[in-house]
């Protein structure tokens, strides 16, 4: 079954971590780009941070949104087929449903509509 899956939100405190992991299935996901994005209640979805598919042997293009930029960063395992998503110094409002998906062109892009496939999205919650 083609499908990525998301894990690893939480509740955490002000200037907490976590790791959000996109587990992929039914395909190879270095074959792909991948975004990360998010949704707050009332809020439009907004993207988070970028990793383009496999340049030559192992060179990746990352890119983050101003926002979260010195804070976030994204990266792969290629032997799990899992991407992370490390989240530092969180705020609260990095607070939202958190989303992986995958993209089938070359480089990084924050414009939702080219991805394909989406994850079920995972819970981050900033708040002492």
């Known amino acids: 079954q083609v499908q990525l899956v998301e894990s690893g939100g939480g509740l955490v405190q002000p200037g907490g971590s976590l790791r959000l992991s996109c587990a992929a299935s039914?395909?190879?996901?270095?074959?792909?780009?991948i975004g990360w994005f998010r949704q707050a209640p009332g809020k439009e979805r907004e993207g988070v941070g970028f990793?383009?598919?496999?340049?030559?042997?192992?060179?990746?293009?990352?890119s983050y949104a101003d926002s979260v930029k010195g804070r976030f960063t994204i990266s792969r395992d290629s032997v799990k087929n899992t991407v992370y998503l490390q989240m530092n110094s969180l705020k609260p409002e990095d607070t939202a449903v958190y989303y992986c998906?995958?993209?089938?062109?070359?480089?990084?892009?924050?414009?939702?509509?080219?991805?394909?496939?989406w994850g079920q999205g995972t819970q981050v919650t900033v708040s002492s």
């Open positions: 039914g395909f190879t996901l270095d074959d792909y780009a």
């Open positions: 998906a995958r993209g089938s062109f070359f480089g990084v892009s924050g414009d939702y509509d080219l991805y394909d496939l």
């Open positions: 990793l383009s598919r496999r340049y030559g042997r192992s060179v990746y293009r990352d």
